[in-house]
Structures are given as C-alpha cells and as structure tokens.
C-alpha cells in the first residue's frame, strides 16, 4: 500500500514538474495564427471578388446576346407577319377572281 501511495505520489509531482515547466506562449501563438487566418480569410476573399467579377463580366456579355437575339427574332416574326399578309391578300385576290371565272364559264356554257 506505501508503494502504490509513493508511485501515486512520484507520478502527481511529475505531472506537476512538466506542466509547471512549459513555456506560455499563448498570447504569441494566438497572435500569429490570427494573423494566418486572416491573411487566409483575405486571400479567400479577394479570389471569391475576382470571381463575382469574372462572373458579372460574363452576365453581362449574356444579357447583352439575349437582348441582340430577341431584336433578331422580333424582327423576323415581324417579316414572317409581313409575308404572311401579302401572302393571304393574294389568296383573297385568287380566290375572287377564281370565283369571278367560274361564274364566265357557267355563263359561256349556256
């Protein structure tokens, strides 16, 4: 029983001996990985603002062929609208005049 109370004894003022021995350089160490992370954090950020940049450069290079690409395709719909126009007028027109020829054959048949 005295030698177990001696090793528990020998152990505990070791583990004080070495605790008691280390340098506290905590406030240093703090300091200087601050300092690392926020020199990461800075790093992070101005690569993330790089990117909001390449990334609003390409919308608007997107927004501006989007505009380019409806004012082509209004104006086609527009010539389609057109050609269709002309083109049924001139069905109306044929169809007029199909009905005018029918009514002189009907005639010069009698």
């Known amino acids: 029983m005295n ?8 152990s505990m003022l070791f583990v004080i001996a070495v605790s008691g021995c280390q340098e506290d350089n905590s406030p240093a160490k703090d300091k200087r990985a601050n300092l690392i992370g926020n020199e990461n954090l800075r790093l992070q950020l101005k690569d993330k603002d790089a990117k909001i940049a390449d990334l609003q450069s390409e919308l608007d290079k997107y927004t501006k062929e989007n505009a380019t690409l409806k004012a082509q395709a209004t104006k086609s719909a527009e010539g389609f609208m057109q050609m269709f126009m002309v083109t049924n007028q001139k069905n109306i027109a044929l169809e007029k005049e199909n009905t005018t020829l029918k009514a002189k054959i009907k005639e010069l048949e009698k």
């Open 3 to 10: 030698r177990l109370l001696t090793a528990l004894l020998v």
